[in-house]
């Protein structure tokens, strides 16, 4: 896990308040008992998993498509090329939306701002680290390689306004 206390206290919080403003059907199927903590939300979401990121296009069509996620100190990251269309997007129009959904028994979803910062800067080291932990023992050196040849890379931090977590009971 690579929250710290005070960043475990500051995801429940936010789940908490999320959760507060959910309408009536949201809360009906995102009942207290089917709600992820922050700890359990963490401890889920170690390593990179894959989700699907909404952005807008300038005449306001949404458009999605998939991403490497990563969960770190309480926030989803990503990185993208800098002439990525949804990169294009986020730097005109920064509202995103982003949703985990591997199967029936599990969704994060997550409304905020996306904050951009050169991938190779000091606010990525984390999600750099983190995929390097994913991506070499799957490719070996040749992807350390590329990362760090990457000119131009876009690191991008999902700063929450919202975020949603939805558990199915277990059997």
């Keep these: 896990m690579h929250e710290t206390p005070e960043e475990l206290t500051a995801l ?6 999320s959760a507060a403003t959910a309408g009536p059907h949201l ?3 995102i009942t207290n008992d089917r709600r992820m903590s922050a700890t359990a939300l963490t401890d889920h979401l170690q390593g990179m998993r894959l989700i699907t990121l909404a952005t807008a296009t300038a005449d306001g069509r949404p458009l999605t498509g998939p991403f490497d ?3 770190l100190h309480g926030s989803w990251w990503f990185s993208s ?3 990525a269309v949804r ?3 986020l730097k005109a129009r920064p509202a995103v939306s982003a949703t985990y959904l591997p199967g029936e028994q599990v969704a994060v979803t997550v409304h905020g701002q996306a904050e951009l910062f050169d991938l190779h800067g000091p606010q ?3 999600m750099r680290q983190a ?3 994913h991506y070499l023992p799957k490719q070996g050196p040749a992807f350390q390689q590329w990362m760090e040849g990457l000119e131009g890379g876009i690191g991008v931090r999902i700063d929450a306004r919202k975020l949603f977590t939805f558990a199915a009971p277990q059997d």
């Design 27 to 29: 809360r009906d199927i």
């Design 12 to 17: 429940q919080d936010l789940l908490d308040a």
């Design 131 to 133: 995929m390097l932990d």
């Design 81 to 83: 090329g800098p002439d």
């Design 124 to 126: 990525c080291a984390p």
């Design 69 to 71: 996620g990563y969960f």
């Design 87 to 89: 990169i294009r997007h």
